[in-house]
């Protein structure tokens, strides 16, 4: 069961199969149908024949091929979406099925690459993207000479693959690696990609660190070519210059806000101008065709009538090339003028939707202030209100704690008194001389009225001590 995919995504002729060759050798399968090695790629491509078949179906279905740049978005559908996405998992599963980790590659991918995230997740699997980039003029010289592209067909190719697998693996684990950096130090590239993975491989790096270098070196990159020369071509020079030098911060700081953004704002301005360029392209193929073909036609008679009419031949191929020239400058214009006004387009929207921003940001800030201003004056007018009451409670506090004092106080002193009177009558009922002078007491009170001498005086009652036992 497939539980990790590492997927490849790049441009044909970028350095993909050495790549997946890399990740074969720590462990990831490789699939069942595999295509071999050719003229093309003496080493191997290290990729599914059935894939390859399919995703050229699956294009010619779009009404597109390997060699169209245009983007296919817009062709397919919802309803062709999900069939799309169900056919790449039973695929993945046919060719890699029966194994934990796999490597996947092959270059239209990038054409398909938000499907083939989509089926990766439908069968469960976790995916780390690869994206290496190596400089468009190699893989435009690499075009030419393996398939006979035209180097502006080869150059907007280029730029649809790295835009569309850049901008569709946004939301996946990934990496970037310079093509020219891989062969250089296939070991520190090769750990880098390892250690970003959110996965283990099969096998180590240090493990199979002699194999990836026999495999690896420098004679697998047959065209040179540099930064300046992508920046002095006059196709390149714009869009795919800026294009290149962003993947190339990437490899480093892949999360680079400033680099992804500038990578839309070219996506922005390319894809509405694809079928411009295409309709430039091909009036300017067909009037060089049409050309060819005339010259063609009438080379028996040029070649009979050559003394005779060189010098209006000479003429001629004057002309031929004068017009050659005005239509690669008007070609030149329309493409910088669209480009112009697409630029011009975008920083107008850019500054307009600036202003609304920053409008609003101070809108809110001053609402905010006034709000903060309001809600700190509240707490401190209650902050003040608390502090007098406090104040207040605790003089309420502290005359009650003296009144109860001074109450306790006096009622100790009542006490102390009452207590010294009860001693002193407990002491005088007590003695021998109150007890025999009771009968004086008697004729005492007959003398002052008391009752009569029938009756006699009741007994004083002793009145019980207090004691300080509170």
């Not at 600036?354 to 007018?381: L, M, V, Y």
């Not at 605790?394 to 009622?411: M, Q």
Request: negative net charge; contains cysteine; aromatic residues 6%.
């Amino acid at each position: 069961m497939i539980k990790n995919v590492i997927l490849i995504l790049g441009m044909h002729r970028s350095g993909t199969s050495a790549l997946t060759r890399v990740m074969n050798l720590l462990g990831a399968s490789l699939p069942k149908t595999l295509l071999g090695a050719n003229e093309g790629n003496a080493r191997g491509h290290w990729e599914s024949q059935k894939i390859i078949d399919a995703h050229d179906a699956m294009l010619t279905e779009l009404g597109s091929d390997w060699r169209d740049f245009r983007t296919l978005k817009d062709a397919i559908g919802t309803r062709k979406r999900k069939a799309l996405i169900d056919a790449m998992a039973d695929m993945i599963e046919a060719e890699y099925g029966a194994s934990e980790t796999v490597a996947i590659k092959e270059p239209r991918i990038c054409r398909f690459t938000s499907l083939y995230l989509d089926a990766i997740a439908s069968v469960g699997a976790k995916v780390h993207v690869i994206i290496p980039s190596r400089n468009p003029l190699e893989v435009m010289k690499s075009l030419k000479s393996r398939d006979g592209m035209d180097e502006q067909s080869a150059l907007f190719l280029w730029l649809t693959h790295m835009l569309e697998a850049e901008h569709d693996s946004r939301n996946v684990s990934r990496s970037f690696v310079d093509y020219a950096d891989f062969l250089d130090d296939p070991i520190k590239e090769t750990k880098h990609l390892v250690k970003d993975m959110p996965f283990n491989t099969p096998h180590t790096v240090k493990a199979v660190e002699k194999q990836i270098i026999d495999f690896v070196n420098p004679d697998l990159k047959r065209a040179a070519a540099k930064l300046d020369d992508v920046n002095q071509h006059p196709i390149a020079k714009t869009w795919i210059a800026e294009c290149y030098q962003a993947f190339l911060v990437l490899t480093t700081t892949p999360k680079s806000k400033t680099t992804l953004a500038t990578l839309d704002r070219i996506r922005s301005a390319y894809y509405p101008a694809i079928d411009m360029i295409r309709l430039i392209q091909h009036d300017f193929t067909e009037k060089l065709a049409k050309k060819d073909n005339d010259l063609a036609d009438s080379g028996d008679a040029l070649v009979k009538l050559a003394k005779e009419h060189e010098a209006a031949w000479a003429m001629e191929k004057i002309k031929t090339d004068q017009q050659i020239k005005t239509l690669s400058d008007e070609f030149e214009a329309r493409y910088h003028k669209e480009k112009d006004v697409a630029e011009a387009k975008f920083q107008a929207m850019r500054t307009d939707m600036t202003a609304q921003i920053d409008r609003q940001k101070s809108e809110f800030q001053a609402q905010f202030d006034t709000q903060k201003s309001e809600h700190e004056t509240q707490i401190n007018t209650l902050q003040s209100e608390r502090a007098f009451m406090q104040n207040e409670f605790d003089a309420v506090i502290s005359d009650l704690e003296k009144t109860v004092s001074d109450k306790e106080a006096a009622l100790s002193a009542a006490y102390h008194e009452l207590h010294a009177v009860q001693e002193n009558l407990h002491a005088v009922l007590s003695s021998s001389s109150w007890r025999m002078t009771r009968g004086l007491r008697g004729v005492i009170n007959k003398l002052r009225g008391a009752p009569s001498p029938t009756k006699a005086l009741p007994e004083p009652q002793i009145a019980p001590r207090i004691t300080d036992d509170r």
